[in-house]
């Protein structure tokens, strides 16, 4: 399914500077209750993704609506902020043509273009909006508990336009994805007959994209959503063993998180040599910086644990970013991402034998050089003792994304098991929207207005005009 190269992380390849083989292999009793714990919480229903990759029924549901009622529109628009949209993006960046929006009906089968709408900045909102022809627009509203404040503001704004525009047939262009049971959009739902898919009330918005929140825009889009499962199954199967040398994401977890607490390298890249893999990056930040951020562990004692995740690109941030990788700090880890198989491919003419500067490249390709300038830069990188690992897919297709994003879920679970902490809540998260809900002047959280209000005043000394 995938290869994993960790090399380039250890001590015996980076003149000492990276992980001992020996402290990796000391890890084994410490993954072996990682791997029980994420069992037990599995069984007790805490987590729910593992789930999700054998959840036919629902996808048997995800399919039925998009092979039907989806297909009557042309436009479909998620409105979404964090989980309930970064994993949508990164399916529709890495499974659909890079141009999938610019291309006429007859170039896309008819399959509607994907808009994802996430965040809530009016310079974006109102002319896109103002543009989309609304009656061949679908809007997909996705949050699990329906007060989510991004979501819901974009959501009532979108219905007065297709009440206005279409009186009670506004209906017709709604789908809400939120809890099955529970939460405003279920009520809204109930009260006024719009349709809906559910999301686990076990799978955390970061963890859903293998839900019917990524599932249902990457099946009205005609992506193979079973063989995104069968993928993430396979993955699934891989890492149900208690060997860490075994596990791939038992290994990856286990290496970033003694990167971090023993090697001071609490900055961890990951660098994708393929645009179609850039979101995927994006998708893993959250993942890994909202599960494993925390200040208190599991049983309340004060940590202020996790490492920072950062976004990169190959071959782009080459000329921006790997100078500070090679010679600045020790304190980063780079994870490659790759692709065996580029697909199409773009050769390189030859031209200006007479210009050695140019020459040489003709007669090679763009995968070609693309690919050498992410060798090279492993290459630089464990030469000035800079850990880093790969992780090569065989092709971006839809099995491969399943279980390359499975993988990095379940080595999240693990990561939070090591640093002692729960990767499955974000109460930094939670103050943060409580103080949104207070001065907006939500009922009910009249208590976080009154703090904030107590911290506003300033000094203006110490402000600029």
């Known amino acids: 399914m995938l290869t994993f190269d960790y090399n380039n992380m250890l001590s015996s390849r980076l003149g000492g500077r990276g992980i001992d083989p020996a402290a990796l292999d000391a890890m084994a009793d410490r993954f072996r209750e990682a791997h029980a714990d994420a069992a037990r919480r599995r069984e007790a229903g805490e987590i729910g993704f593992y789930a999700l990759a054998d959840a036919g029924a629902v996808v048997d549901e995800i399919q039925h609506f998009a092979d039907g009622q989806g297909q009557a529109f042309s436009n479909l628009v998620v409105l979404g902020i964090g989980g309930s949209a970064l994993g949508t993006i990164a399916l529709r960046t890495a499974l659909l043509h890079p141009m999938w929006n610019e291309l006429d009906d007859e170039e896309r089968d008819y399959y509607p273009r994907i808009y994802v709408l996430d965040n809530i900045d009016p310079a974006t909102i109102g002319p896109f909006l103002d543009r989309i022809d609304l009656g061949r627009t679908l809007f997909n509203i996705v949050s699990k508990s329906g007060g989510t ?5 974009q959501y009532l704004i979108v219905r007065e336009r297709l009440q206005a525009a279409f009186g009670d047939d506004y209906r017709r262009h709604l789908l809400f994805t939120t809890d099955p049971e529970k939460g405003v959009l279920r009520a809204l739902a109930n009260e006024e007959q719009i349709a809906t898919l559910p999301i686990p009330s076990n799978v955390g918005g970061r963890f ?7 599932l249902l825009p990457a099946a009205m889009a005609g992506i193979d959503i079973a063989a995104l499962l069968e993928g993430a199954r396979d993955m699934v199967r891989k890492c149900d063993t208690d060997d860490l040398r075994a596990n791939p994401a038992g290994v990856f977890a286990a290496l970033q998180y003694l990167a971090d607490t023993e090697r ?3 900055i961890h890249v990951m660098m994708p040599y393929s645009d179609r893999l850039r979101d995927v990056a994006d998708w893993f930040r959250q993942l890994w910086a909202e599960s494993l951020g925390k200040q208190r562990t599991r049983g309340g004692d004060e940590v202020f644990a996790g490492p920072t995740p950062v976004k990169s690109l190959g071959a782009t941030d080459q000329h921006s970013q790997v100078q500070l990788y090679v010679e600045g700090p020790f304190n980063k880890t ?3 991402l790759s692709e065996a198989d580029f697909g199409a491919d773009v050769p390189i003419p030859a ?5 050695a500067e140019l ?3 003709g007669g090679h390709s763009m995968g070609e050089l693309l690919r050498t300038e992410m060798l090279a830069t492993e290459a630089a990188l464990a ?4 850990m880093n690992m790969s992780i090569e897919i065989p092709r971006v297709d839809a099995h491969s994304l399943g279980a390359l994003m499975m993988m990095l879920q379940i080595a999240t679970v693990y990561a939070g098991h090591f640093y002692g902490i729960d990767p499955l809540d974000q109460p930094g998260v939670e103050l943060g929207k409580q103080l949104t809900y207070g001065i907006m002047g939500r009922p009910g959280f ?3 207005r009154a703090e904030w209000e107590g911290r506003t005043p300033k000094d203006d000394a110490f402000i600029i005009r």
């Open 334 to 336: 780079i994870t490659f």
């Open 264 to 266: 001071q390298a609490p």
């Open 351 to 355: 031209a200006y034998e007479h210009h």
């Open 208 to 214: 859903s994209v293998l839900s019917a929140v990524g």
């Open 149 to 153: 404040a991004e979501t819901m503001s």
């Open 359 to 361: 020459a040489y490249l």
């Open 383 to 386: 030469q000035r003792g800079r």
């Open 446 to 448: 009249e208590q976080a």
